[in-house]
């Protein structure tokens, strides 16, 4: 059955009027990171006025935009002290964060380490599309083994679970855009922790990353998602590096 | 051979697109278990084919399509519940 009606979907509620279409590229991950965190918003049943929404900059930023929940962004790249405030302020508010590569460890590194430090309650779901996408498609401290338009990375990329568990975090899973169910009840069990929760989700970038032929534009780079993952529930996070094994290992990590 | 039914039902769904919304990423299409849609030959107004419903008997509301989808252009509503006949051989 095809329609053609706009503002049917269950869940435009909880969408801004206007925000459809996105701005993302055919098949990006982004998309389906808001709309399994919608999903499972509506799943929950938690109360919408008690959570915040926060994001930064680059595509990822848009994501705040585009949700029709409170949203507690301030300028340019301080996402998530701006979400540390909110949750010291606003005790009883759920804080979610939508990061990127820039916002979460490049430029945005202290202030992660500052919110593990504090033990603040936080979820963040951190994208990891490995490129800085404005910057003109630089490698970012997470970019794996091949090389971007402009740049061939020499450098080892950062171990984000393991970063994230040194910092104290409660939670600590990676699921990529395939896994969407799983990524779900992960997002299910992060919203009730009472620390600083982190789920990175591997999304590479379609426009100037995927492309090189080893991953491939959407359909092919969820293939590669199928045939180069292995889930491994409760491996030890200094083993997660994505360059030094073949496959990369995704699962629950930490959660206590 | 022998049939029966151990009173347990399963689920079909309806699909819903809303054409104009689809970016022809063919995730829905793709990863559908019970192989319900396929892209269309036709264009959306954006110029992307969309997907089109090819057995709309088989769809048991798994809700995957849905949670695909990056354009919430795609999703499945219960329709009825079905008697699950097992055939044992
Ligand atoms: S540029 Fe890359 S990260 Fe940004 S929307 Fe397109 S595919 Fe996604
Ligand atoms: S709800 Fe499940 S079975 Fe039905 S079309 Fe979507 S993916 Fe296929
Ligand atoms: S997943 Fe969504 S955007 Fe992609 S082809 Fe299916 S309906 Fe279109």
Same mark, same amino acid.
């Not at chain 1, 206007?18 to 990006?28: A, E, K, L, M, Y």
């Not at chain 1, 430029?107 to 430090?117: C, M, T, V």
């Not at chain 1, 994208?127 to 997470?142: A, G, H, L, Q, R």
């Not at chain 1, 030890?236 to 496959?247: G, H, M, S, V």
């Given at each position: 059955?095809?329609?053609?009606?706009?503002? &049917?979907?269950?869940?435009?509620?909880?969408?801004?009027?206007?925000?459809?279409?996105?701005?993302?590229?055919?098949?990006?991950?982004?998309?389906?990171?808001?709309?399994?965190?919608?999903?499972?918003?509506?799943? /929950?049943?938690?109360? =919408?006025?008690? /959570?915040?929404?926060?994001?930064?900059?680059?595509?990822?930023?848009?994501?705040?935009?585009?949700?029709?929940?409170?949203?507690?962004?301030?300028?340019? +790249?301080?996402?998530?002290?701006?979400?540390?405030?909110?949750?010291?302020?606003?005790?009883?508010?759920?804080?979610?964060?939508?990061?990127?590569?820039?916002?979460?460890?490049?430029?945005?590194?202290?202030?992660?380490?500052?919110?593990?430090?504090?033990?603040?309650? !936080?979820?963040?779901?951190?994208?990891?599309?490995?490129?800085?996408?404005?910057?003109?498609?630089?490698?970012?401290?997470?970019?794996?083994?091949?090389? &971007?338009?402009?740049?061939?990375?020499?450098?080892?990329?950062?171990?984000?679970?393991?970063?994230?568990?040194?910092?104290?975090?409660?939670?600590?899973?990676?699921?990529?855009? =395939?896994?969407?169910?799983?990524?779900?009840?992960?997002?299910?069990?992060?919203?009730?922790?009472?620390?600083?929760?982190?789920?990175?989700?591997?999304?590479?970038?379609?426009?100037?990353?995927?492309?090189?032929?080893?991953?491939?534009?959407?359909? +092919?780079?969820?293939?590669?998602?199928?045939?180069?993952?292995?889930?491994?529930?409760?491996?030890? &996070?200094?083993? !997660?590096?994505?360059?030094?094994?073949?496959?990369?290992?995704?699962?629950?990590?930490?959660?206590? | *051979?022998? @049939?029966?039914?151990?009173? *347990? $039902?399963?689920?079909?769904?309806?699909?819903?697109?809303?054409?104009?919304?689809? $970016?022809?990423?063919? @995730?829905?299409?793709?990863?559908? %278990? *019970?192989?319900?849609?396929?892209?269309?030959?036709?264009?959306?107004? $954006?110029?992307?084919?969309? %997907?089109?419903?090819?057995? %709309?008997?088989?769809?048991?509301?798994?809700?995957?399509?849905? *949670?695909?989808? %990056?354009?919430?252009?795609?999703?499945?509503?219960? $329709?009825?519940?079905?008697?699950?006949?097992?055939?044992?051989?």
């Amino acid at each position: 059955m095809i329609e053609n009606i706009e503002g &049917t979907h269950p869940i435009d509620s909880l969408l801004r009027e206007g925000s459809i279409p996105f701005v993302w590229c055919p098949g990006c991950g982004i998309g389906t990171v808001v709309n399994t965190f919608v999903e499972t918003l509506e799943k /929950v049943k938690i109360d =919408l006025g008690k /959570v915040c929404v926060s994001s930064g900059i680059g595509c990822t930023g848009k994501v705040a935009d585009y949700l029709k929940i409170n949203c507690c962004n301030e300028s340019h +790249d301080n996402a998530i002290k701006c979400a540390v405030k909110f949750k010291l302020e606003n005790p009883e508010t759920k804080v979610v964060v939508f990061l990127n590569d820039a916002d979460f460890i490049a430029s945005g590194a202290d202030d992660f380490i500052e919110a593990g430090k504090k033990g603040v309650e !936080l979820l963040v779901i951190y994208i990891n599309n490995f490129i800085y996408i404005i910057s003109e498609c630089k490698v970012t401290p997470t970019t794996p083994f091949v090389r &971007t338009l402009d740049d061939e990375n020499l450098e080892l990329p950062f171990n984000i679970p393991h970063l994230a568990k040194l910092c104290g975090a409660r939670y600590v899973a990676r699921w990529t855009t =395939l896994h969407v169910r799983r990524l779900m009840y992960s997002i299910t069990d992060a919203l009730e922790n009472p620390g600083l929760a982190v789920i990175e989700v591997i999304s590479p970038c379609l426009m100037y990353y995927a492309t090189d032929g080893k991953i491939g534009e959407t359909i +092919d780079r969820m293939r590669f998602f199928h045939n180069n993952t292995v889930i491994k529930h409760g491996e030890p &996070t200094e083993n !997660l590096d994505i360059r030094l094994q073949d496959k990369i290992i995704m699962g629950r990590f930490v959660d206590k | *051979m022998k @049939f029966f039914n151990n009173g *347990m $039902k399963t689920p079909c769904g309806e699909i819903h697109i809303v054409k104009d919304r689809c $970016k022809g990423c063919g @995730f829905c299409v793709t990863y559908c %278990p *019970m192989d319900v849609l396929e892209l269309s030959d036709e264009f959306n107004t $954006k110029g992307y084919h969309f %997907p089109e419903v090819k057995n %709309p008997e088989n769809c048991i509301n798994c809700g995957l399509c849905e *949670m695909l989808c %990056p354009d919430f252009a795609i999703w499945s509503t219960l $329709k009825e519940e079905k008697e699950v006949i097992e055939v044992l051989t």
